[in-house]
Each structure stands twice: as structure tokens, then as C-alpha cells.
């Protein structure tokens, strides 16, 4: 049979490509089923939906998620402002000393810290902030968040500093440059991208936590923005209680915040790639 | 043309996590002078150059003992940092700074080290540096451009430049030709010697290759397993080598 190893070829590059299809299959299973449930809502509140709270339950029209818009903003913010520095500061030192014993601590709480349940980062900033301050609130809740970004944006960013090749390092040091102008002014700036990737993705997973938020920012679904003390919403955190209830317009509000999300997550990859550039080596 | 003592290096130890890399080195490098430090791979040619600008320091597990004297002062007992500003390094494999523009590869050093104080002087200073490694006319007018966008040839040019831009007296390269093609090789010989005669630089330069090292340099150091087996002037040593072991490198035998 002259055509038997073509067949064969053929039949395995089908089989690739279903199961590559297979694999993706559910991304867009849920951009284009959210989009479905969610863009309706949008379009029939109208603006109504990004600038007013969610209306009675036995109202005409659905109302807004204002709060939850603000909250999601404002915590992510504070939780990127707080655990960036910590984390990239922290890379730094992995990348420039990667034997010694403060780095292998870190490295190893990193790694758990990443497969630790976020719902138990959560009861520990219940315990230390919001049990002492007796109420819930968005500073809490950013604070729980920036303790879920922290693995990520570290691990990210100590790859991408260790990849960078040593022989830039040297040319750093052979021009007179000091250690911390080599980090700042080389090693770096030729890592950003992977640096920014880490941020991305932990700004990502931040945005997209309902778990940490239970126990510290709680929600508040009345209030558009009741100030840093004030107990907070977030988006992922009213879908998760409104999709619970029976009620149809609230319903009809966790499908649409489901697509802010969705929006605010691929606006945050475009912009991320977009912004800094790749460092060609 | 002076006749000062430029490096002075006086019993030389090196060991590198345990293993003894340079054995009781002993040479002085004249001023305004092309040295060629040949030998073959593995003989310490790059250890010996990374001690004079003290980079050496950066491999974990690395000890020197002895004295080593650049213009007078004992670069050993001097802070690392103010070492490597009085001498500028070009390696092995160019590789001007990815993230930054030709312009900037040159004026960082002169930035950070405070060498040209108004951004006219900058200018001027990276004028220069690139005039003197023979690539001002082939890049002044994208002089913006990221390095990538250059051959290996001028990027290497360009590694020259941004060493000279540190304006130092003493320039050490690490086989800067051995990924080059032989025009840009030419050239960049050609530079070395502009910048010993016009600038009066005192270059040392490691080279495997024999014909290089007769073509520029005005004194061959030898090193075999890490021991200097014949110092002196290129003329003496290209006719009429002492050593059995120079002569067949000469020929290209090792």
C-alpha cells in the first residue's frame, strides 16, 4: 500500500487538530455564553446599569452594579499598588542571591501560597484586620487580594529576571554601573515584559476572586463607594450572591457584571501587551 | 608616546572554587601600548583580564592573592566600582543593552559616571566614542535605533563606543573578533590602533588567534595552564619565539 504513511499522517494531523479544538472549546464556550446572557442585560439597563444600585427585587427594571464596578476597581488598585513593590522587591533579591537561605524561604512560601485555598487567606485577614477594626471593609478586602497577587507576580517576575543573559549583567558592571543601577537599569528593564506578565496575571487572578473577599470586604450592594472603611462589593463577589437568589432581576445582574468582567479581563491582557514592549535579546 | 608603566602585575595567584586558575603571574603592560594575551582555550586569558577591571568578583568562590597596579594604584585594595570606571571592556560576544537605544548603549556610562555633565557634552561625548570605533557614519543618522537592528559587526563597534564613552586610559577586550566577520575585524583593529596613537590608550586584548595578535600588538603575553611561559615585544617574539610551546601557536598548532 504505496499510500499507507500519508494516511497515517493525515489521520493523526485530524486527530491534533480535534483535540486542540476540544482544548479550547471551553474559552469560547464562555465568552460567547456570557456575552449571550450578559449583553442583553447591558443593553436594556442601558447606562443605568454602570451608575445606580441594583434595584428591589420586585422593581421593573434590573437597576445597576455601580458598587460592585467601584469596589472591584478601587480594591484591585490598592491590592496592585500594595503587592507589586513587595513582590518585584522580593524576585530581586531571589534573582541576585538564588542560594540564600531568605530566598529558598521565600521561594518555598511562594510556591504554597499559590495552592493555598484563597478563602484561607481571606479568614486570616478576618483574624488580623477585621476582627481588631470590628467591621468589614475594602481596605481588608485589597489587602486579601494583594496577598493572592503576591505568588503570582513574584514567581513571574523571578523567572524573568533569572532569564535574563548574564552577559548584559557583566556589561552593566564593566561600565561602572552599581549593583542596584545594574538591577534597576539592565536586569529589569530587559525583564519588563516578563514583569509585566506576572503583574497581568496577578491582577487578573485578583480581579476575579470571590473567596478572599467573603470574610473581609463582605459587599454592600446599596452604596457606590462608602470610603476604604466602609464594607465593599466586587464584581465577582455580587455574581456569586445574586446568582444564588430566585429573584430574576438579580439574576439578570450577576449574567451582566459576568460580562464586565469579561470585558475588564481582555482590556486588561491588550493594554498589558500592548504598553511595554518586548526586549529583543 | 610615554613610556610609563600602564599595568603592573606582581605575583599573581587566581583560584576559582578551589581550582588554581593563575599561577604567580608576573608581567608589565608599558603605557599607550597594544598587548595581545594569547593562549589556548582555557589557559586563563579571560580570568587575567577580568581581575584588572575586577569583574572577576562577580563569580561566587573566587580567590586573588598578590598585587596588581594600574597606573600606580593597587586596583586590589580599591573599591570595585571606582576600578571599573578607570578601564572600559569589550567581550566575547557583542551585546550592547537590548532595551536601549544606540545612542543610549554609549551614554549611559558617561551618564551615570557623571564624565559629560550637559546633555551638549553628551552629545559630543557620544560623537566621539563612535567616531572612535569607526561607526558614527553608520549609525548618526538613527541614532535611535534599537542595537538589534545592527549587524554583529557594528554591534560590536558599537560595545567599543560605549567602553570609550567611559573615556578611560586603559580598554580591555576578550577576543572581541572571534563572532566577527573579517571586514568588521579589520575595522575594529583598525580602531585599536587609531585610539593607541591618538588617544594614547593602553589596550589589552585576548586573542586566540596568532595572526591578530602579530597584525596590532606591539607585546605578546604567552599563558599556558594558567603560568605566563613568554612575555615581549610582538617583533622579537613573531621571528623568533624562545618558547616551544609560543612557536607552535604561532603556527597554529595548539
Redesign the interface.
Known amino acids: 500500500m504505496p499510500n499507507w504513511r500519508s494516511l497515517k499522517s493525515n489521520v493523526f494531523i485530524v486527530l491534533v487538530v480535534i483535540l486542540a479544538l476540544i482544548a479550547i472549546a471551553p474559552v469560547f464556550h464562555i465568552i460567547i455564553y456570557i456575552t449571550l446572557r450578559g449583553l442583553p442585560v447591558i443593553l436594556e439597563a442601558g447606562i443605568e446599569f454602570f451608575i445606580s444600585t441594583p434595584a428591589a427585587v420586585i422593581a421593573e427594571k434590573p437597576g445597576g452594579i455601580a458598587p460592585a464596578i467601584v469596589g472591584t476597581l478601587f480594591m484591585t488598585t490598592m491590592a496592585t499598588i500594595i503587592a507589586v513593590p513587595i513582590a518585584v522587591l522580593a524576585a530581586t533579591f531571589s534573582a541576585e542571591y538564588p542560594n540564600h537561605i531568605i530566598t529558598k524561604a521565600v521561594r518555598a512560601t511562594s510556591r504554597s501560597l499559590l495552592e493555598v485555598a484563597t478563602i484561607l487567606v481571606g479568614m486570616l485577614v478576618f483574624a488580623l484586620i477585621v476582627l481588631p477594626l470590628g467591621r468589614f471593609t475594602g481596605l481588608a478586602g485589597a489587602i486579601a487580594l494583594a496577598i493572592v497577587m503576591i505568588p503570582y507576580v513574584y514567581t513571574y517576575t523571578e523567572l524573568a529576571l533569572l532569564s535574563v543573559p548574564k552577559t548584559y549583567i557583566e556589561a552593566g558592571y564593566s561600565i561602572g554601573l552599581k549593583k542596584a543601577q545594574v538591577i534597576y537599569l539592565v536586569t529589569l528593564r530587559i525583564a519588563r515584559r516578563g514583569v509585566m506578565r506576572g503583574v497581568t496575571i496577578g491582577v487578573a487572578k485578583a480581579m476575579g476572586e470571590t473567596a478572599p473577599l467573603l470574610f473581609t470586604a463582605f459587599g454592600a450592594r446599596n452604596v457606590i463607594f462608602g470610603g476604604p472603611l466602609e464594607p465593599m462589593d466586587a464584581i465577582p463577589l455580587m455574581i456569586f450572591q445574586f446568582i444564588q437568589t430566585g429573584f430574576e432581576n438579580w439574576n439578570k445582574l450577576a449574567w451582566g457584571g459576568a460580562f464586565v468582567l469579561l470585558v475588564l479581563y481582555l482590556t486588561l491582557f491588550i493594554i498589558s501587551r500592548r504598553i511595554v514592549r518586548e526586549v529583543r535579546v | 608616546m610615554s613610556y610609563g608603566i600602564a599595568v603592573e602585575v606582581k605575583n599573581l595567584n587566581v583560584s576559582i572554587a578551589g581550582k588554581h586558575i593563575l599561577k604567580d603571574v608576573n608581567v608589565k603592560i608599558p603605557e599607550s601600548t597594544i598587548t595581545a594575551i594569547m593562549g589556548p582555550s582555557g589557559s586563563g586569558k579571560t580570568t587575567l583580564l577580568r581581575v584588572l ?1 575586577r ?1 572577576i568578583d ?1 563569580i561566587e568562590g573566587v580567590e586573588v592573592k598578590g598585587s596588581v597596579k594600574i597606573f600606580g594604584r593597587n586596583i586590589l585594595e580599591t573599591d570595585p ?1 571606582e576600578v ?2 578607570m578601564s ?2 569589550v ?1 566575547q ?1 557583542p ?1 550592547p ?4 537605544s544606540i545612542y543610549d548603549n554609549v551614554a ?2 558617561a551618564k ?2 557623571g564624565i559629560a555633565k550637559s546633555k551638549r557634552e553628551l552629545d559630543e561625548l557620544v560623537k566621539w566614542a563612535l567616531e572612535k570605533a569607526m561607526l558614527w557614519d553608520e549609525v548618526k543618522d538613527r541614532l535611535r535605533d ?1 542595537p ?1 537592528k545592527l549587524s554583529g559587526g557594528q554591534q560590536q563597534r558599537l ?1 567599543l563606543a ?2 570609550l ?2 573615556k578611560p586610559r586603559l580598554l580591555l577586550l576578550d577576543e572581541p573578533t572571534a563572532n566577527i566577520d573579517p571586514v568588521n575585524t579589520l575595522k575594529i583593529e583598525e580602531a585599536l590602533r587609531n585610539l593607541r596613537k591618538e588617544e594614547d590608550m593602553t589596550i589589552i586584548l585576548v586573542t586566540h588567534m596568532p595572526h591578530q595578535a602579530i597584525r596590532i600588538s606591539d607585546y605578546i603575553i604567552m599563558l599556558y595552564e594558567g603560568v605566563v611561559v613568554e612575555v615581549g615585544p610582538t617583533d622579537e617574539i613573531a621571528i623568533n619565539p624562545k618558547h616551544e610551546l609560543t612557536s607552535r601557536f604561532l603556527r597554529g598548532e595548539m
Not at chain 2, 543593552?97 to 536601549?100: I, R, Y
Open positions: 577591571n569583574l562577580l566600582y571599573r570606571r572600559g571592556m567581550f560576544i551585546n543593552f537590548p532595551h536601549l549611559l556610562g551615570i559616571n534599537p538589534w560595545c560605549r567602553a564613552a567611559l
